[in-house]
């Protein structure tokens, strides 16, 4: 019953930045924890970060730790994603996700998407 949106996909090049943005809506979002996960053509969806309803425990995929930061503002119902120094294995759909079935990488509602695409 939640809606997710994510915002801040596009193209930038490799050693850029760029940040992610996912707005909830449709019931109480600081008793949620949240996820981004990520696709990019021809492979499995992927766990990138996952972050508590009170922002007390973030988790990160090895291949992301030290370059992205989760982080969410639950007076605006957001979570973000932060993304540094980006390399051209990032480029995927980007998903914000909800409904926490079990943490950290198990969830059960998403968001539509939003392309990063990185540039070598």
């Known amino acids: 019953q939640v809606q997710l949106v994510e915002s801040g996909g596009g193209l930038v090049q490799a050693g850029g930045s760029l940040r992610l943005s996912c707005v909830a809506s449709?019931?109480?979002?600081?008793?949620?924890?949240m996820g981004w996960f990520r696709q990019a053509p021809g492979k499995e969806r992927e766990f990138v970060a996952a972050?508590?309803?009170?922002?007390?425990?973030?988790v990160y995929a090895d291949s992301v730790k030290d370059r992205f930061a989760i982080s969410r503002d639950n007076a605006k119902n957001t979570v973000y994603l932060q993304m540094n120094t980006l390399k051209p294995d990032d480029t995927a759909v980007y998903y914000c996700a909800t409904d926490l079935i079990h943490w950290p990488e198990k969830f059960a509602s998403w968001g539509q998407g939003t392309q990063v695409t990185v540039s070598s």
């Open positions: 449709g019931r109480t979002f600081s008793r949620d924890a």
């Open positions: 972050i508590t309803r009170s922002s007390s425990t973030t």
